[in-house]
């Protein structure tokens, strides 16, 4: 079982930046993939970066170039930096892992609120 917390979320200027974390238990970590979703007032969850075991990095076309995801697998973390932050990204930003690629993502966290002010 794998339990995912996230913090760093926050009020933030248009242009701003935020650092999000998720800090992950479990042994395994090393081995999970792992993303970050969204979801604003009204919408769907969407996808907004991922990071495999092998730290290859994925990105929505909506946030490239602006979203760095990464992980720390000594500290069982993934981070996900937000720099250029536009109100369009205000959401509430959640954590997921999945231990098998070809799976859905099967832990998720509590999310985190991120808002962004023009």
């Known amino acids: 079982q794998v339990q995912l917390v996230e913090s760093g979320g926050g009020l933030v200027q248009a242009g701003g930046s935020l650092r999000l974390s998720c800090a992950a238990s479990g042994r395994t970590f090393s081995n999970y993939d792992m993303a970050w979703f969204r979801q604003a007032p009204g919408t769907q969850r969407e996808f907004v970066a991922r990071?495999?075991?092998?730290?290859?990095?994925y990105y929505a076309d909506s946030v490239k170039g602006r979203f760095t995801v990464s992980r720390d697998n000594a500290k069982s973390t993934v981070y996900l930096q937000m720099n250029s932050l536009k109100p369009d990204d205000t959401a509430v930003y959640y954590c997921?892992?999945?231990?098998?690629?070809?799976?859905?993502?099967?832990?998720w966290g509590q999310g985190t609120q991120v808002t962004v002010s023009s």
């Open positions: 997921a892992g999945r231990r098998h690629t070809t799976s859905a993502y099967t832990y």
């Open positions: 990071i495999t075991g092998g730290h290859t990095e």
